[in-house]
Structure formats: structure tokens, C-alpha cells
């Protein structure tokens, strides 16, 4: 069974930093997408960076230039670097992963972590 684990949130000022992991087990396919979702309160959790199957990455507009995506394959895990955070990136941050695509609202990932709290202070 997959099982996908994120850490690594917690409450910083803006302007600051945050590095959010996600520790993956369970992913046998030798061809996977996994990404960086988020669901900020009264709105619909959105996908903001991805690692898609071909290995290219992606970035939502909001957190274009500021947030950073990769990963450890041989640790099976994947990283967040979130710089510059504003109030507006408050949300429950979800790590996600899926056989073909990670980034499509209609057709959203298959597993999902619980999340993990990212707060940001004016």
C-alpha cells in the first residue's frame, strides 16, 4: 500500500522560509508523478508544483519563483523549498502522488498524505 508522509510544517513570518518533506513508501511503479498541493481555507486544494512522469517540474503562478521542487530517489522522498512565504500561502500543504498525473484538478492524484500545516504571519 502507498503511503506518502509529510513534515516539515509549521508557522513562520513573511518574507521567511520553510522546507517542507514528504518520506514515500509503497510506490513500486517505475514510472510515477508526485506533487505539492495545498488547500487554503474556503477554497479548493490546489496542486502548486509537480514532478511529473517524464521528470520535468512545474509551478502553479502564485508560487512561481518562490518554491522549489525536487526529490530523493533513493530515499524515496520529496522536498518543498518555499521562500519568501506570504500570508496568502497559509494553507494545509498535502504531498501527492500518482502512476500518470499529479496536477489535474479532474483527474487528481491517487495518494494522498495528510498534510501538513504551513502558517504564515503578516
Known amino acids: 500500500d502507498v503511503r506518502l508522509l509529510e513534515s516539515g510544517g509549521g508557522s513562520v513570518q513573511a518574507g521567511g522560509s520553510l522546507k517542507l518533506s514528504c518520506s514515500a513508501s509503497?510506490?513500486?511503479?517505475?514510472?510515477?508523478?508526485m506533487a505539492w498541493w495545498r488547500q487554503i481555507p474556503g477554497q479548493e486544494r490546489e496542486g502548486v508544483a509537480v514532478?511529473?512522469?517524464?521528470?520535468?517540474?512545474r509551478y502553479a503562478n502564485s508560487v512561481n519563483g518562490r518554491f522549489t521542487i525536487s526529490k530523493d530517489k533513493a530515499k524515496s522522498t520529496l522536498y518543498l523549498q518555499m521562500e519568501r512565504l506570504k500570508p496568502e500561502d497559509t494553507a494545509l500543504y498535502y504531498c501527492a502522488a500518482d502512476e500518470r498525473s499529479c496536477e489535474d484538478k479532474l483527474t487528481p492524484p491517487k495518494f494522498w498524505g495528510q498534510g501538513t500545516q504551513v502558517t504564515v504571519t503578516g
Open positions: 514532478f511529473d512522469v517524464d521528470g520535468f517540474t
Open positions: 509503497g510506490l513500486t511503479s517505475p514510472r510515477y508523478c
